[in-house]
């Protein structure tokens, strides 16, 4: 998975974590062994306070029609339809437009501070349909304009074994994750 930060440049999972708080976290495919939707990219954005979801088919060009969906903990969301209902049974949802995108609007609750402890942090998550990888803790940074994450999905159709580079931002955070506990002891 690739990192960027508002001004495009490459950035790894300690840079995530330090500017979004350890609560941004990664499930993969639920049905790993069979074709879906992997998380790709995670871009640092300001300005609108939406979470813009990106929908690739394999080729890596835009998916339209891809239906994408966000939850946040609301008893009161509308039920998901069959084939966005595997990670939550609620949430709003909608079909990527002809750009292979689908914007997410944010409001007040969505904000935070990332020092937060991690049960304070949003519980904000989006996936698509089908088998996909879900990104957990999406909100917008206080004290900001609206810093936030947009997410990218591609479409894959085989299992392929993390490559060094993912490997590697993995340890960095786990090594992150660490650091904050020992600096709390």
């Known amino acids: 998975m690739k990192i960027y930060d508002t001004d495009g440049t490459e950035r790894d999972a300690a840079w995530l974590h330090d500017t979004f708080g350890a609560g941004v976290q990664f499930s993969t495919r639920p049905f790993g062994d069979q074709p879906g939707y992997e998380v790709t990219e995670l871009r640092a954005k300001e300005g609108p306070c939406t979470i813009v979801a990106r ?75 089908g088998n996909s990888g879900r990104v957990h803790g999406l909100g917008w940074v206080w004290g900001t304009n609206h810093l936030h994450l947009d997410v990218t999905f591609r479409y894959v159709t085989s299992v392929e074994p993390p490559g060094e580079p993912e490997i590697k931002a993995e340890l960095q955070a786990i090594i992150g994750h660490l650091q904050a506990i020992l600096d709390l002891l």
């Open 55 to 129: 929908v690739l088919n394999a080729a890596g060009t835009p998916a339209a029609g891809v239906p994408v969906a966000r939850w946040w903990n609301d008893p009161t969301l509308p039920a998901l339809p069959d084939g966005l209902d595997y990670w939550r049974t609620r949430g709003v949802n909608g079909d990527t437009n002809s750009q292979g995108d689908i914007g997410f609007g944010m409001g007040t609750g969505d904000g935070y501070d990332p020092d937060w402890p991690l049960d304070g942090l949003p519980v904000s998550e989006v996936w698509a349909w």
